[in-house]
């Protein structure tokens, strides 16, 4: 359907709405959370995700399902714990994680607003970060720094996003981009701290997507 109306989506478009798309790929988001974990060690990864009706929390699963089945692993539908979008959520799914036997001995939480609930959980099961359970955040903010330990997460070019959006925005307002829809998909990247048992100097440092990974891309 085409609104007759300039439209730019963010990170997740509406089936049957023609607009211009810009978006994370969370494919990758999920494959470099687990793939920081495997090469930690870890094996039993549980996932807090968002519905999964929606295409991040998804595409995130899969990303982390993938990173497994290719380190000869696999995702159990017993390590997924499906939560709505609130700190109080993140919580309860982590805790139903976590009181499975064998335990997850790492999670990967889908969201901000799931990340923020997940360390609570871990401390009411009187377990530690990353001593007894390692954890991957999904989003950056300067809290996540003053955790103990610091929280490694998947960082989303948020400024990013929204610059280019606007730009698309303002070329459709002004006349000057005229075809069809696009979408643009950017890379998010992992950045690594304390909270799965890395050690680094500075105690931040960057990993991008590996090079067979899909790359940041325009699809017309």
Same mark, same amino acid.
Not at 27 to 35: D, Q, R
Not at 92 to 119: E, F, I, K, N, Y
């Given at each position: 359907?085409?609104?007759?109306?300039?439209?730019?989506?963010?990170?997740?478009?509406?089936?049957?709405?023609?607009?211009?798309?810009?978006?994370?790929?969370?494919?990758?988001?999920?494959?470099?959370?687990?793939k920081?974990?495997?090469?930690?060690?870890?094996?039993?990864?549980?996932?807090?995700?968002?519905?999964?009706?929606? %295409?991040? $929390?998804?595409?995130?699963?899969? &990303? !982390?399902?993938? @990173?497994? #089945?290719? *380190?000869? /692993?696999?995702?159990?539908? =017993?390590?997924?714990?499906?939560?709505?979008?609130?700190?109080?959520?993140?919580?309860?799914?982590?805790?139903?994680?976590?009181?499975?036997?064998?335990?997850?001995?790492?999670?990967? %939480?889908? $969201?901000?607003?799931?990340?923020? &609930? !997940?360390?609570? @959980?871990? #401390?009411? *099961?009187? /377990?530690r970060?990353?001593? =007894?359970?390692?954890?991957?955040?999904?989003d950056?903010?300067p809290?996540?720094?003053?955790?103990?330990?610091?929280?490694?997460?998947?960082?989303?070019?948020?400024?990013?996003?929204?610059?280019?959006?606007?730009?698309l925005?303002?070329?459709r307002?002004?006349?000057? #981009?005229?075809?069809?829809?696009?979408?643009?998909?950017?890379?998010?990247r992992?950045?690594?701290?304390?909270?799965?048992?890395?050690?680094?100097?500075?105690?931040?440092?960057?990993?991008?997507?590996?090079?067979e990974?899909?790359?940041?891309?325009?699809?017309?």
């Amino acid at each position: 359907m085409n609104t007759g109306r300039p439209l730019v989506f963010i990170e997740r478009a509406i089936p049957g709405i023609e607009a211009d798309v810009v978006k994370v790929d969370d494919v990758v988001g999920g494959c470099l959370a687990a793939k920081h974990l495997i090469q930690l060690g870890h094996r039993r990864i549980g996932v807090v995700a968002m519905p999964l009706a929606m %295409a991040p $929390s998804s595409d995130r699963v899969a &990303g !982390v399902r993938r @990173a497994l #089945r290719e *380190a000869g /692993l696999t995702l159990d539908e =017993d390590m997924i714990a499906v939560a709505q979008l609130s700190e109080q959520e993140g919580f309860a799914a982590a805790r139903r994680l976590l009181m499975h036997q064998p335990r997850p001995d790492a999670l990967v %939480a889908c $969201s901000l607003r799931l990340t923020t &609930g !997940v360390p609570a @959980a871990i #401390r009411r *099961a009187e /377990l530690r970060v990353p001593d =007894d359970v390692a954890l991957v955040g999904y989003d950056d903010l300067p809290w996540a720094l003053l955790c103990n330990p610091p929280l490694t997460v998947i960082e989303q070019p948020t400024r990013e996003l929204g610059r280019i959006a606007a730009g698309l925005l303002l070329s459709r307002l002004s006349g000057a #981009r005229s075809n069809g829809p696009v979408t643009e998909v950017l890379e998010p990247r992992l950045l690594v701290r304390q909270s799965c048992g890395a050690q680094s100097g500075d105690g931040l440092e960057f990993f991008e997507p590996d090079a067979e990974e899909p790359g940041s891309r325009t699809a017309e």
